[in-house]
C-alpha cells in the first residue's frame, strides 16, 4: 500500500458522498451527526489496524466495538493475580507488522511468552514421567511410535511429514490434493489406533471434522520462523517457539488498548451491529441499542462465529455464504490457578502435564522473571463444552481435584484463581477458527472476497501469516482494498 497518499486527495474521493452517522460514545448514547469514510465493525488487532492504516491514508473511520473494551482475543485479566494473559500472548520475532506498530506506539516487548515448565504424561488418571513414557505399559503405542511423547504425536504426522514448502504453498492448486481430513491423512501415514486416539484426546474433538490442509500452512510458516533453530525433540510447537517469541509487557492488552487510544474517538465501544444494508451509495449499519449510522464502505472485522448473526443485505452468496455460516470454531476452556508451593519439587516430576481426561493440558508456566505460581488448565472443543456447562467456581474445582487425584503431590497446594471460555464470550463465540475439510480450496478463494460494499478482515482470512501476525495482515490487507476504492 502506499502511505504517502495526501490527506487532501483521500479527502477529494470521499467529498462526493459525505454521508451522517449516529454514533453513541458507548450504548445506549443519545445519537449524534458526523461522517465517515469505512465503518469497521470489531475492535481487534484486524480492525484496529485496518482503522489506523486508512487513517493514516486520510480517511475517515469509525470502529464499532460491541464489548466494553478493544483487544477482541488479546485479552489480560487485569483483576487476576499475576494478570495472565487469555489470548493473543505469543508475538513471533519475525511478525513485522506486530513489532512495528508495537514500536511506533511505545509498547514495551520482552523475551519469550507461553514457557512453561515440560510435561509429563497422564494415561487414565495414572502420571508416567517423561522420561518413563517410551518404556511405560501405559503407551499403547506401536513400537515406531512409542518414543513420541503424547502431546507431539500430531507434530510428528503433521510438521514433520508436512508436503508443502513455503508459507505460500497451501494457496497454490497442488494444495487441492491435501484438502483432507485429519483422519483421513493419518491413515494414509499409518498412524496406529492408539496414535489416533491420542491425538483426537488432544483436539477434543472428531479427526473426520479436522482439515490437515489448515494444520500444514501453520506447519509452513512456523518452519520459516524456526529455520535458524536447533531441533528440539520430544516438544510440541508451543514448546519450541515459547522461548524464541516475544511478550507485550504488562500483558498483550496493553498493545490493543494503544492502538485503539491512537485512534481516540473513533473507537466507539458497547456498539453492537446487528445489521449491514447497502445500496449503490454506501451501507446503513443498524445497532442493537438503535443507532443507525451510515458510511461508504464497510469492513467486517470479527469472527465468522460473530458475522453470521449479523444480518446482511444484500445477503452473501455461495461459497462465500457458506463460508461465513459453516466456519467451525474450537472451543477452549482455561481455569487458572496458583501453585502456592513447587508441587513438581515435591515428587521430581516434570510439572506441567498432558493427559487423556477432560482437562488435556495442565502447564505451569515460566514467567520472565523465572517466577513459577500460575498453572493454566485447558480443555479443547467437545471436552471445553461438557466443562463450560459448569459455573466458573465449580470448573475451578473440579480441575483442582483432577490434579490432586493424578498427582497427590499437589494436595493443598493450588487455588484458583478464574476461569475463561472463549466459546462463551458472547462477542468471540470460539477460539480458533477451523475448516472443513474437503470445502478449505472454495472457501480460501471466496470467503476474502469483497461483497458490495463489505470488505472483510480477521485471523480466519489469513494468506502467510499465523497468529497475532495473521489479524494484522487481513487488517492491512482490508484497508488496502477499501482505500483503493476510496480513490478510484
Known amino acids: ?15 462526493a458522498a459525505a454521508v451522517s452517522l449516529g454514533l453513541g460514545r458507548r450504548a445506549g448514547a443519545a445519537t449524534a451527526a458526523g461522517a465517515a469514510d469505512v465503518a469497521i465493525i470489531g475492535a481487534g488487532l484486524a480492525g484496529l489496524n485496518a482503522a489506523l492504516l486508512l487513517e493514516e491514508l486520510g480517511a475517515r473511520t469509525v470502529v464499532l466495538e460491541a464489548s466494553s473494551r478493544p483487544g477482541g482475543r488479546c485479552l489480560t485479566r487485569d483483576d487476576w493475580y499475576r494478570h495472565p494473559d487469555l489470548g493473543g500472548a505469543q508475538i513471533g520475532r519475525d511478525y513485522a507488522r506486530v513489532l512495528d506498530i508495537a514500536a511506533r506506539l511505545g509498547v514495551g516487548l520482552g523475551p519469550g511468552a507461553h514457557v512453561n515448565a515440560p510435561y509429563s504424561f497422564v494415561i487414565g488418571d495414572r502420571l ?103 531441533a528440539a525433540p520430544g516438544k510440541d510447537a508451543y514448546q519450541r517457539i515459547g522461548p524464541q517469541s516475544l511478550h507485550v509487557v504488562g500483558g498483550t492488552s496493553r498493545l490493543t488498548e494503544a492502538m485503539a487510544r491512537a485512534l481516540g474517538d473513533r473507537v466507539r465501544l458497547g456498539m453492537r451491529v446487528d445489521a449491514v444494508d447497502m445500496d449503490a451509495s454506501g451501507c446503513e449499519l443498524r445497532c442493537a441499542d438503535g443507532t443507525r449510522l451510515r458510511a461508504r464502505y464497510t469492513i467486517a472485522a470479527v469472527p465468522f ?18 463460508a461465513v455460516a459453516r466456519m467451525p470454531y474450537g472451543n477452549q476452556s482455561q481455569v487458572w490457578l496458583r501453585a502456592k508451593e513447587p508441587y513438581w519439587e515435591k515428587d521430581g516430576i516434570e510439572a506441567s502435564m498432558w493427559t487423556d481426561g477432560p482437562f488435556t493440558l495442565i502447564r505451569q508456566q515460566i514467567e520472565a522473571d523465572g517466577t513459577r505460581e500460575l498453572v493454566s488448565v485447558l480443555s479443547f472443543s467437545d471436552k471445553a463444552r461438557r466443562l463450560d456447562a459448569l459455573p466458573e467456581a465449580e470448573r475451578g474445582r473440579q480441575a483442582i481435584a483432577a490434579i490432586e487425584r493424578m498427582r497427590p503431590a499437589a494436595r493443598g497446594t493450588l487455588e484458583f484463581i478464574g476461569a475463561h471460555s472463549w466459546e462463551l464470550a458472547p462477542f468471540s463465540r470460539g ?8 470445502r478449505v480450496r472454495a472457501w480460501q478463494q471466496a470467503m476474502a472476497r469483497p461483497h458490495e460494499r ?15 501476525e495473521a489479524a494484522m495482515e487481513s487488517g492491512e490487507h482490508a484497508a488496502g482494498e477499501v482505500a483503493q476504492r476510496l480513490l478510484g
Not at 500500500?1 to 470521499?14: G, H, K, L, P, W
Not at 463489505?454 to 497475532?468: N, T, W
Open 1 to 15: 500500500m502506499d502511505r504517502n497518499i495526501s490527506r487532501r486527495r483521500f479527502v477529494a474521493a470521499s467529498s
Open 128 to 230: 508416567v514421567p517423561a522420561g518413563q513414557w517410551p518404556t511405560s505399559p501405559l503407551n499403547r503405542l506401536s513400537d515406531a511410535e512409542r518414543s513420541i511423547p503424547p502431546h507431539t504425536l500430531l507434530g510428528h504426522y503433521v510438521e514433520e511429514r508436512n508436503p508443502l514448502q513455503g508459507a505460500d504453498a497451501w494457496l497454490q492448486p497442488a494444495a487441492a490434493a491435501y484438502d483432507l481430513s485429519l483422519a483421513e491423512w493419518l491413515g494414509r501415514q499409518g498412524a496406529s489406533p492408539e496414535a489416533r486416539r491420542l491425538i483426537q484426546e488432544s483436539q477434543g474433538v472428531a479427526l473426520e471434522k479436522l482439515s490437515v490442509l489448515r494444520m500444514m500452512q501453520e506447519a509452513a510458516r512456523a518452519r520459516v520462523a524456526m529455520t535458524a533453530q536447533p
Open 305 to 322: 462465529s460473530v458475522l453470521r448473526r449479523i444480518r446482511i443485505s444484500p445477503a452473501l452468496q455461495g461459497d462465500q455464504a457458506e
Open 431 to 438: 477460539c480458533s477458527f477451523q475448516l472443513v475439510p474437503g
Open 454 to 468: 463489505l470488505h472483510f478482515a480477521g485471523e480466519h482470512l489469513r494468506r502467510l501469516e499465523i497468529g497475532m
